[in-house]
């Protein structure tokens, strides 16, 4: 018996490969991550505060810092 998977798997990859994106490119350039992270921080209360709710975009945005924190 198989269980649905809820998460949207397109949006979890995205998240994925752009933090591991900004995670290399870290290394070359220290401080980009710092930088990454604000801006994804500033876009999801942009979105958040927009008037149409857009639910997987913000989701996808909180998985990528979520995948950024983690080492």
């Known amino acids: 018996m198989s269980k649905e998977n809820p998460v949207n798997q ?23 991550k710092q930088d990454f992270m604000e801006e994804l921080e500033s876009k999801y209360y942009e979105i958040r505060e927009a008037e149409l709710q857009h639910i997987q975009a913000m989701e996808t945005l909180q998985w ?8």
């Open 10 to 32: 397109t949006h979890l990859i995205i998240a994925a490969i752009t933090a591991s994106f900004a995670k290399a490119l870290d290394k070359h350039n220290p401080g980009f």
């Open 64 to 71: 990528t810092k979520e995948f950024l924190n983690s080492d």
